[in-house]
């Protein structure tokens, strides 16, 4: 029985960098999955919850569930959409046991991109003869805490020299609403 594996694309994805989605859909086929891609799937509700449109965000959410209840396993590229189905829904459903039962079990099956492929032993058969570092996600390293994954997939690029960062666990300054409610000190930070 093969595992019936959906890719969740994000919304900056879909907007901005649709090549993400395609890498991500190579990949996963790579890894050997056969990939389905829910035409119908928009926003997890995490700019609604972070702004603090935590009814918005309930009802972005119920919608996120519902497209992707019937996958075996759901993947995405992006640590902060993770981070909110995994740790923020139960919170958004509190009040809801029956939506919380399902936001738990829905986050039990969904995975950030490079924690999915680090778990089932992918290699990225590629070459990059370049030496590079990597800078931790906030949302993948302080809420879900993954910080291996993606460096265990780097290290199996032929060619490429992974040298680590000091304090690679410094925050960058983006951070999302962050960036934009406190621009001036989002700036400062990424100076």
């Known amino acids: 029985m093969s595992t019936k594996t959906a890719l969740f694309v994000t919304c900056l994805v879909d907007q901005f960098y649709p090549q993400v989605g395609e890498a991500s859909v190579r990949l996963l086929e790579q890894a050997g999955c056969a990939v389905e891609f829910p035409h119908e799937q928009t926003c997890c509700g995490q700019p609604a919850y972070n702004m603090g449109y935590h009814n ?97 997939l780097l290290r199996k690029v032929e060619g490429l020299e992974l040298v680590e960062m000091e304090r690679s666990d410094l925050c960058c300054g983006f951070g999302g609403a962050f960036s934009v409610k406190m621009s001036e000190l989002s700036e400062a930070m990424l100076e």
């Open 56 to 152: 918005e965000a309930r009802r972005l959410a119920r919608r996120f569930i519902s497209i992707f209840e019937p996958y075996d396993v759901v993947v995405t590229p992006s640590g902060s959409c993770t981070s909110m189905v995994r740790v923020f829904y139960p919170d958004l459903f509190a009040e809801d046991p029956s939506w919380q039962t399902k936001a738990v079990a829905l986050g039990e099956r969904l995975f950030e991109l490079t924690e999915f492929l680090s778990e089932r032993s992918f290699d990225p058969r590629s070459k990059f003869e370049e030496k590079v570092t990597y800078h931790e996600s906030c949302h993948l390293l302080r809420e879900l805490g993954i910080s291996e994954p993606p460096r265990e």
